[in-house]
């Protein structure tokens, strides 16, 4: 599935994009996915499809203005291409936004989708070319475009600003803007566990958040999702990890994927084994060559948003809890990482994992 989505969450424009894209098999291609790992052997050679890599769907069109894209990569690049020239002779403005969009090729236009927004003064306007669209308490009018937004549009009611890591702190401005977007990743995964297709239908690539910081349509980095298994019966729940840690951020517009996979050890008693992953995506519509990707300098693995991500699996059912630790400082309570002889480790804060079972317990249904 793919999946962009643009919505207003407590003053703040949000736009929202996933990385994956889905295409004829290419020969001799090695598909890897950052949640996911190689995939190879679920497109062997000869299946007609494969991953064809990470991409940025979410482009930033100058200060004022921020756009998704979902469908045909090439009609895509066409598109940006096009506001982009657009947009260097003057900043956009949703007239020209709109006219733009209406004068597309009509034989190519239909196989695209595009959700944005476009700021003008104070005021903010959204803007859709092909998109769902429907109305929400918390996130006003939603747009969304790709293979999963009639899923994503179904399951916007049901998002909230998540659950905090921080007692007596209310939220608002830019943090519930973020916090609910993360929320949403919960009710994707949610939906596509519980959907059992196959590879093409999931969304697990990553995910990229555009909203407005300062004066100024940007990139949201230094969030991590932390992924946790749990097992439920008889009213008792077993919590078991972390087995995957994926950070990401930013080096100028490039996309840094930083993932932690944990395995079991050679024997039962020892401790679990890390492999680490790095992914460099490159911003729409050029590519990174090997000299640009070994000259950036990776942050570590704390971040701002830590979204915590458990797996609850009962007799019946799979659900999906999650818990976000937020630090402005980047030194989050929750989990703490450290590098030795260029190994990287990490230790979970005791309290904060005993709490984070007695949440899951509290607030999962009758198992």
Not at 18 to 36: K, V, Y
Not at 228 to 244: I, Q
Not at 259 to 281: A, F, K, Q, W
Request: contains cysteine; glycine residues 8%.
């Amino acid at each position: 599935m793919t999946l962009i989505a643009a919505a207003g969450i407590d003053t703040y424009p949000v736009v929202f994009g996933d990385l994956l894209i889905s295409g004829p098999e290419r020969p001799g291609s090695a598909a890897d996915i950052s949640l996911a790992g190689a995939v190879t052997s679920v497109f062997p050679p000869g299946s007609d499809w494969s991953i064809l890599g990470l991409n940025q769907k979410v482009v930033l069109l100058g200060d004022n203005c921020v756009i998704a894209w979902a469908g045909n990569v090439v009609f895509a690049r066409r598109v940006i291409a096009g506001l982009r020239a657009l947009a260097s002779q003057a900043p956009l403005s949703l007239p020209i936004v709109e006219k733009y969009l209406a004068e597309l090729d009509p034989t190519m236009k239909d196989q695209d989708s595009f959700v944005g927004w476009v700021r003008d003064g104070e005021v903010f306007h959204q803007f859709w070319y092909r998109a769902d669209i429907a109305e929400g308490a918390l996130f006003g009018r939603v747009s969304a475009g790709g293979s999963a937004a009639t899923d994503f549009v179904m399951l916007a009611s049901q998002i909230s600003g998540g659950s905090w890591n921080a007692p007596g702190q209310a939220l608002a401005g830019l943090e519930l803007a973020i916090s609910s977007m993360l929320s949403a990743t919960s009710l994707l995964l949610r939906a596509e566990l519980s959907s059992q297709n196959n590879l093409l239908q999931y969304f697990g690539g990553g995910y990229e958040i555009a909203t407005i910081i300062g004066d100024k349509f940007a990139k949201v980095g230094g969030i991590a999702f932390v992924f946790w298994m749990a097992h439920g019966t008889d009213g008792e729940v077993v919590l078991s990890g972390p087995w995957l840690v994926l950070k990401q951020d930013y080096a100028d517009d490039f996309l840094l994927l930083r993932v932690l996979r944990m395995r079991p050890g050679n024997v039962s008693t020892d401790p679990p084994l890390i492999d680490e992953d790095r992914h460099v995506v490159a911003p729409f519509g050029s590519t990174v060559d090997a000299e640009r990707a070994n000259s950036i300098s990776w942050p570590g693995m704390e971040a701002t948003f830590t979204c915590h991500v458990v797996l609850v699996h009962s007799p019946n059912d799979i659900t999906v809890f999650n818990r976000i630790d937020y630090s402005e400082s980047r030194t989050p309570k929750s989990i703490s990482f450290s590098l030795e002889d260029r190994h990287i480790s990490f230790a979970v804060n005791r309290q904060f994992a005993d709490e984070l079972t007695q949440s899951v317990r509290a607030g999962s249904a009758e198992w």
